[in-house]
């Protein structure tokens, strides 16, 4: 069966200090991977996401950047963080194509960003 | 481009009683899935049910349905008989099939509260 996870589960960072999220894929291959971000209280904005090794589409210009260095394996990263940066991130994967593919989310990320 | 739009920030509904999520949609791309995810306070994501736009009849999953009304363009979710541990945030979704067929974006929620 197909598991995902990501880490850290939680985490506190001063502003201006470097920040990687990963997150990992198990039980499947090529599949799309997402990393989406919920403010307090709101909905899920898409930051960017892969349909392949070193493919990234961003959605929002921001500090933050994605990398996919293998095929299951997704990392968000900022070089430096901002106050705005904090909220709950989650990771997901899908299938490569067709309509019917749903998200298969991690357990999230929160992050404070002081 | 593709957006969804939930004009529901809130509720709150009997123990018991029906409720209808609202979700309204935008998309030029004539194939496309609707889901519907619950988030409850622990934030974990979870799928509820899909719905595609070629198909003809409303989606069903146990006490979620779907009420897929395609020319206008919406995609409302109702849960029968509500429960307490129906309380949490409620996400609709889209994908586009060609467009951009590996995009898939969120609506802004709506926090259903059940009462005893």
């Known amino acids: 069966s197909q598991t995902i996870h990501q880490w850290p589960a939680t985490l506190v960072q001063p502003v201006g200090s470097p920040l990687s999220l990963e997150c990992t894929v198990e039980g499947t291959s090529n599949p799309n991977l997402y990393w989406y971000r919920q403010a307090a209280g709101r909905g899920l904005q898409l930051l960017f996401y892969s349909v392949g090794i070193g493919q990234i589409s961003s959605e929002v210009p921001q500090n933050l950047s994605a990398s996919r260095p293998q095929d299951r394996q997704f990392i968000l990263s900022s070089k430096k963080l901002l106050l705005s940066d904090s909220g709950f991130y989650l990771c997901?994967?899908?299938?490569?194509?067709?309509?019917?593919?749903?998200?298969?989310f991690g357990e999230g990320s929160r992050l404070t960003v002081l | 481009a593709q957006k969804i739009t939930q004009t529901q920030p809130g509720m709150f509904v009997q123990e018991k009683e029906a409720v209808t999520l609202d979700c309204t949609y935008d998309?030029?791309?004539?194939?496309?899935?609707l889901f519907w995810y619950k988030q409850p306070s622990s934030g974990e994501m979870i799928f509820l049910i899909y719905q595609g736009s070629y198909d003809q009849q409303n989606a069903t999953e146990g006490r979620y349905s779907l009420n897929f009304q395609k020319a206008r363009k919406s995609a409302n979710l109702v849960i029968s008989a509500s429960q307490l541990g129906d309380s949490a945030m409620y996400f609709c979704a889209m994908r586009e099939a060609y467009s951009s067929a590996s995009k898939i974006i969120f609506g802004s929620g709506t926090r259903l509260s059940i009462r005893p």
């Open positions: 997901a994967w899908s299938v490569p194509a067709g309509v019917t593919g749903e998200l298969f």
């Open positions: 998309t030029s791309d004539p194939s496309y899935g």
